[in-house]
């Protein structure tokens, strides 16, 4: 039987090794990457309380929200990484010292 303090503990350490890549890496993708890591320790979290939650779901319905909403962050952020490179030929944030015209 998985506990409600395994699921917690999948979820610290997914948190963590995204906080661990947005920190350490170079590259926006990868950057992207440690963020969505962490979103998904948040939308682990909300279906363990929401299994545990029996009267509602509510935990369920707040994960199938965050999907939708990592997914499209996922999208402008990827299209914003394009556009980016497009113009300074990098996707190291380091680099980019203007965004302005």
Do not use: H, W
């Amino acid at each position: 039987m998985i506990t409600l303090n395994d699921f917690m503990l999948v979820s610290a350490m997914l948190f963590c090794l995204g906080l661990f890549i947005i920190v350490s890496k170079k590259n926006a993708i990868q950057i992207l990457i440690g963020i969505e890591l962490m979103l998904n320790a948040a939308i682990l979290n909300l279906v363990a309380f929401g299994k545990y939650d029996r009267i509602n779901n509510s935990g369920q319905m707040f994960a199938l929200f965050a999907i939708v909403l990592a997914a499209a962050t996922t999208a402008v952020a990827l299209a914003i990484i394009l556009n980016v490179y497009r113009r300074y030929k990098t996707i190291n944030p380091d680099k980019i010292n203007q965004l302005k015209d």
